[in-house]
């Protein structure tokens, strides 16, 4: 069974440019996950789908970030115009939502840098 | 809310020794699941291993134990017999029980691998 993949898996700006991360679930799973990981700490969740649906952007900076999932499956983010302060991993998770035993599963990351 | 500490950013263990890594979270909920996750250079975070709070036995997989600890609100991590492939950053993380929800994670643990 093919991982979370993820594209690309470095990129370098410049502030105020936008930026835009691809994220491929695991196949069939049903949620997908973005987080959101600074250097020296664990990941936070930015955005939480489930199928094309929105569960959970609580911690998502809307005037900035946007993130879509077309069709449930594959899920974009995006981030215009960057600050400095977006300088982290940026971590795609799926899981199957089946019960309450749904393991989430990581991607390999996109470490962006803002200079 | 729910938070996750670690108390260690750093640990270290010779070769085939065992270690522990600390962690303690605090909720009000009675059901939930801890999950102890790795994080090599790649950046690929691993499933460890996972407890389930209402499981009273230590959940154990080949050379990793935990150490679950209710009342305490702790849950500490053992390797036994431990590989240079061990060394990466160990993240503890938590997640009310239900089915598609978000990980709470600490702030990790370097642990260090020496020959």
């Known amino acids: 069974e093919a991982g979370v993949a993820q594209s690309p898996r470095y990129k370098i700006i410049e502030k105020r440019q936008s930026v835009a991360f691809w994220c491929n679930p695991i196949?069939?799973?049903?949620?997908l996950y973005w987080y959101q990981q600074i250097l020296g700490q664990g990941p936070k969740l930015l955005i939480q789908?489930?199928?094309?649906?929105?569960?959970?952007d609580s911690q998502l900076p809307k005037d900035r970030f946007s993130a879509e999932r077309l069709k449930g499956v594959d899920s974009t983010l995006k981030i215009q115009p960057a600050k400095l302060e977006d300088s982290a991993v940026y971590l795609c998770?799926?899981?199957?939502?089946?019960?309450?035993?749904?393991?989430?599963?990581f991607g390999p990351g996109t470490r962006l840098t803002v200079l | 809310a729910q938070t996750v500490t670690q108390s260690q950013p750093e640990m270290s263990v010779q070769e085939a020794e065992t270690v522990t890594l600390s962690c303690t979270y605090d909720?009000?909920?009675?059901?939930?699941?801890l999950f102890w996750y790795k994080q090599p250079p790649s950046r690929q975070m691993i499933l460890v291993i996972r407890?389930?709070?209402?499981?009273?036995q230590n959940a154990t997989e080949n050379r990793f134990s935990v150490n679950f600890q209710k009342a305490a609100k702790s849950f500490s991590l053992k390797i036994s017999d431990s590989q240079l492939g061990d060394a990466a950053m160990y993240f503890c993380?938590?997640?009310?029980?239900?089915?598609?929800?978000?990980?709470?994670f600490g702030s990790g643990t370097q642990l260090t691998v020496l020959p």
């Open positions: 196949s069939g799973h049903a949620t």
């Open positions: 909720t009000s909920e009675s059901d939930y699941y």
């Open positions: 789908f489930q199928n094309n649906g929105v569960v959970d």
């Open positions: 407890q389930e709070a209402y499981k009273q």
């Open positions: 998770a799926s899981s199957l939502r089946q019960g309450s035993t749904d393991t989430q599963y």
């Open positions: 993380a938590y997640r009310i029980s239900g089915s598609a929800r978000q990980l709470t």
